[in-house]
Structure formats: C-alpha cells, structure tokens
C-alpha cells in the first residue's frame, strides 16, 4: 500500500526552474520561428547565395528564383501563408515527436510530471494510446522526411561556397553539423541501424554504426537544444545579411 501524503511533493530543492527554463526555452524559440515564418522576407542573400535553413527547400512561386535551387514546383500560397509552411510541417512534427523533446514539453508544458518525486495535477493517465498523442508513433516516419531536409541544407551549404567563403558559409556548415548530429542521435535512426539485430556478430557494419549513433545519442538532449538554438542563429544570421543590416564577413572573395 502507497503511503498517503497530502504534499504534492517532499523535495525541498529547487524542482520548478528546469521545467520553467525549457517552457521559457521552447516559447521563446517558437515565437522567433513562428514570426520569420510568416515574414516572407529576408531568407536569401543573392551575392553570397546565403539561404536560411527556414526557407530551404523553397518551392512555391513566391520564392526568389536564384534561392528556388530545384525550382518553384508549387503555385502561389494564398493569402498570408509563406514557402516555410510547406516544410515546416515535418521539421515540426520530427522534433515534437523526438523522445527527449517529449519528454521535455510533457514537463514544462503539460506537467505530467513537472519533476521526479513530484505528483502531477492530472487525475486521468492514458499514455499515447489516443487521439492526438498516438501521433507520437510516426515519429521514424518524420525522421526520414528530416533526413532528406538535411541532406538539401548541406547541398545549400556546400552551394554557398561557390561565391567564396564568408562568416556566413561557416555559420550555414555549423548549422548543417548540428542538425546532422542531432539527426543521427535520434532514437529512430540508432533502432534502424541495429535495434532488430539478433546477433551483432553476424552484422558487422551495422554493429559498429549502432555503437557509433549510440554515442552520439547519449548527448540526443544537448545536441537537440543546440541545433535548434543554431537554427535560429543561422536564420537571424542571414536574415541581417540579406536586409542589409550587418555585412558579412569575407575570408576569401
């Protein structure tokens, strides 16, 4: 039998501020995102061939034909909607259903729970058996759109270095490292290399790949806040570039 304590928890610790510094955290990075989404503007410096990985692929006709790197395939959005609504859809739904960023919404935003050894205020626990949370279970599925995103992220990259090379071609090669990172850390991506695999011995590449992935997803947590956190610094980069408020920085022209 469960002892019966009427405190919702003993811990005298400071438990509330992780919860609270994800929650800020996530609110303030999906405010930045939310409104460069709908900006529509600033995502492309044409001399440098600079593309914010927000607006990469851009695809519908509004897009600036120099920054349509595989063309404008799709028609005029209407109304207020922006190219990044085409992708954003699928980088969203892959760090949403991303196992540490669960983890982390859960807490700061639903409090189930806030914290270890502290009751959640919810009566009723029906796991992710249900509508809307049993969409939790696509998450390989996101991960393999993500991982076709980052593959065109690096080719845009790799394409900037065609005009020489600037602070903003190692912001975009940093960004594409931490997205890498975080992408192969993935929990999905380290089950497809080796979690079915009965006997390691019998599949050596596999083997090493998995244990490879495995080391990188001890660090899934860190690598998830800094890619997201540098995506945003990527976009802001390229963003003051193209509006003309800051130059950027040339190494070699």
Not at 7 to 22: F, G, I, V, Y
Not at 29 to 43: E, K, L, P
Not at 88 to 96: A, D, E, H, S, T
Not at 235 to 247: E, M
């Amino acid at each position: 039998m469960r002892a019966q304590i009427g405190q919702r928890t003993l811990r005298t610790d400071r438990w509330w501020l992780p919860p609270l510094m994800t929650f800020v955290g996530l609110l303030l990075i999906s405010i930045y995102a939310g409104v460069r989404t709908f900006m529509g503007d600033h995502y492309w410096v044409d001399e440098y061939r600079y593309l914010t990985p927000m607006y990469s692929p851009c695809l519908t006709a509004e897009c600036l034909p120099n920054a349509a790197h595989f063309g404008r395939l799709l028609p005029e959005l209407p109304g207020f909607l922006t190219p990044p609504v085409i992708i954003i859809p699928f980088l969203l739904g892959f760090r949403v259903t991303c196992y540490y960023y669960r983890k982390a919404y859960y807490r700061a935003a639903w409090l189930s729970p806030p914290a270890c050894a502290v009751a959640e205020p919810h009566t009723k626990y029906t796991g992710e058996t249900r509508f809307p949370l049993i969409a939790q279970n696509l998450h390989r599925y996101f991960f393999y759109v993500a991982s076709l995103l980052l593959l065109i992220n690096i080719y845009d990259a790799i394409f900037a270095f065609s005009t020489g090379i600037g602070l903003g071609n190692i912001v975009l090669l940093v960004n594409v490292a931490l997205l890498g990172a975080y992408t192969l850390s993935c929990h999905s991506c380290r089950h497809i290399a080796g979690g079915r695999l009965k006997h390691f011995s019998k599949h050596p590449v596999r083997y090493w790949a998995w244990t490879q992935i495995s080391k990188l997803n001890a660090k899934h947590m860190q690598l998830a806040w800094a890619s997201l956190i540098f995506v945003c610094v990527t976009d802001l980069y390229v963003a003051l570039v193209a509006s003309g408020t800051i130059s950027d920085l040339r190494f070699v022209n």
